[in-house]
């Protein structure tokens, strides 16, 4: 037998799993309007967590197993422990009730994963379905190379990573989100007019800072800020779309996709600068940041006075 439940890989903003996860179901299970006004509210703005965190710049929302769009239940590990001779069984029942299931597990026993049979790390990942033909089960994570993608992984491996801290999730299909084009632009507001200093475009200036602290020590050096910087100008860019009629700012939007140019600049000089060790890279990127940040303030403090 096999079971899958809806879920897709390709979605806009996979650089973190506690994203990439539920946008693949929201994705699959809801129309396109509650899946972008989803990505709208929670990433159309930014915060920064500090240069040693594992996620430095993200995007500022709470954690998804909390957003509306889910009923979630909470599994207490001496359940688990009890289940463990029958674990596989238990999985596949909540499955055939239609639930995923987030967990975590030991990526020492997980194939096609950085830590593989290298080092014990307790890591997540979301189960979707499973087949009995190949006795696995159907697997979002982060592979061996850091990229986001989907998987089989065996029953017997899955048992080996003494899986824990189960979350099982059903769709909410009683939940809508609605906008309306003054929500549209209050989503703009939270971004560009925070007072925070680590939140909206404040964040930007401690990427800035971060650059810098990259060029004196390399330890702290990470890509994914700088990707989720351009992941986060799709997102604007997008929103732009639906603030208000196109057609009467037109020529802001336009202006406004140089953001893509100068961001995918931003983040290949970053990737540039894990090889080469160049330090010009470095102030070339934070020139670029400033370019992106003014180009934010023209643009979208402009849409409001149209």
Not at 90 to 115: A, Q, T
Not at 226 to 254: R, W
């Amino acid at each position: 037998m096999r079971k899958t439940l809806p879920f897709y890989s390709d979605v806009h903003v996979d650089t973190y799993h506690y994203l990439a996860y539920p946008y693949g179901i929201i994705k699959a299970n809801y129309n396109n309007e509650q899946y972008y006004n989803s990505l709208f509210k929670h990433c159309s703005s930014l915060i920064w967590y500090g240069a040693n965190s594992p996620t430095q710049l993200a995007f500022d929302s709470y954690y998804f197993t909390w957003w509306e769009h889910f009923k979630k239940e909470e599994i207490d590990n001496s359940l688990i422990k009890s289940q463990s001779n029958s674990i596989v069984k238990y999985i596949k029942s909540c499955i055939d009730k239609n639930r995923y299931i987030y967990l975590c597990v030991d990526d020492y026993y997980i194939p096609n994963r950085f830590c593989y049979k290298r080092e014990h790390f307790k890591h997540d990942l979301l189960i979707y379905g499973y087949d009995d033909s190949s006795k696995s089960f159907l697997i979002a994570g982060y592979n061996n190379k850091g990229h986001y993608s989907i998987d089989n992984l065996s029953f017997e491996d899955l048992v080996k990573a003494n899986p824990e801290d189960f979350v099982l999730l059903s769709v909410n299909e009683k939940y809508a989100l609605k906008y309306n084009k003054s929500d549209y632009l209050e989503l703009i507001n939270r971004y560009i007019l925070s007072d925070e200093k680590t939140r909206g475009i404040n964040s930007l200036y401690k990427l800035l800072d971060y650059v810098d602290e990259i060029k004196n020590d390399y330890t702290l050096y990470d890509v994914k800020p700088f990707i989720v910087l351009l992941k986060h100008k799709s997102v604007i860019h997008m929103l732009l779309n639906k603030a208000k009629d196109k057609s009467s700012y037109e020529d802001l939007i336009l202006k406004y996709e140089n953001q893509f140019d100068i961001c995918n600049k931003i983040k290949f000089s970053m990737m540039k600068y894990r090889f080469t060790k160049d330090k010009t890279l470095l102030s070339d990127v934070k020139t670029m940041i400033n370019e992106s940040m003014d180009l934010d303030y023209h643009c979208l403090q402009k849409i409001q006075e149209v």
